[in-house]
């Protein structure tokens, strides 16, 4: 795999940010887990996840992504290894990608819609042991990986105990996500994604505001790098996480959507 990361400031942003005033300094040093588990614990009962009929507070989604967490390592989630992710827009897709970060691991996202051979080249060429995806695309992908872990909906992962210890494994410097091109020139490539950089991306910023007022709509795919700033942008900040779980982010669904948010 290729090797990317997003350019990584080495000066502060001073606490009195014009544009993003009440935000702490960045940290360089945390992992995007880590700043969760901060949020998740400052404010429990906020919504950190809606969707068209539910929501999930940050201490639901602290505790499910735990689960998951848990499950993984019990499959053999190691630090750094990426697992692939094939799940539609849902709770459940941001509740794996929480956990297998939380596992020590990296996400993987894959597209089902791509001929199943560019899917097994990837996997194969991440090294990817884990498959975390859904019934309907169980069949077809399952073969894919060593080990598949079939969720349909959060209620599908079973609550048991997470060794939170173990997360200390992960640094800032560790392996958060994977990304793949599409392939359009050739073999799809690898960018592989650190901690800091989505830190980097969305922690005491000045070109956006990112704090507990922000909601932002999640319409892109796991495998657009969009979806890091829709993600983590709020769920790091104390916002909320707003889900399109429309399968084709059409005009009509983007309305409706965001004047659910209303």
């Known amino acids: ?9 080495t000066e502060r942003r001073t606490e009195n940010s014009s544009a993003n005033t009440g935000t702490r300094n960045y940290r360089p040093d945390a992992t995007v887990h880590s700043l969760f588990r901060e949020c998740a614990q400052q404010h429990p009962e906020r919504v950190a996840l809606c969707w068209d009929g ?10 499910r992504s735990d689960a998951l967490a848990e499950l993984l390592r019990g499959l053999g989630a190691d630090t750094g290894t990426p697992i692939a992710l094939c799940l539609p827009r849902s709770p459940q897709a941001v509740i794996a990608a929480l956990a297998i970060l939380k596992a020590g691991s990296a996400y993987l996202p894959i597209d089902p819609d791509y001929p199943v051979a560019r899917l097994r080249h990837i996997v194969a060429d991440a090294a990817a042991t884990i498959l975390i995806t859904d019934t309907a695309h169980a069949a077809t992908l399952g073969d894919i990986a060593t080990q598949t872990l079939v969720i349909d909906g959060v209620d599908d992962i079973p609550d048991v105990a997470f060794d939170a210890a173990l997360e200390e494994m992960t640094t800032a410097n560790g392996l958060a996500y994977v990304m793949y091109t599409s392939g359009s020139t050739g073999m799809p490539k690898g960018v592989q994604i650190e901690h800091r950089s989505i830190v980097r991306l969305v922690d005491d910023v000045d070109y956006i505001r990112l704090d507990a007022d922000t909601c932002f709509l999640h319409a892109a795919p796991l495998g657009f790098d969009a979806s890091t700033l829709e993600l983590w942008g709020p769920l790091l900040n104390g916002g909320r996480c707003a889900i399109l779980t429309a399968p084709v982010p059409d005009a009509r669904a983007l309305r409706e959507a965001i004047e659910g948010l209303g």
């Open 54 to 63: 539910g929501e999930l507070q940050y201490a639901e989604l602290d505790r």
């Open 1 to 9: 795999m290729t090797t990317s990361t997003f350019p990584i400031e």
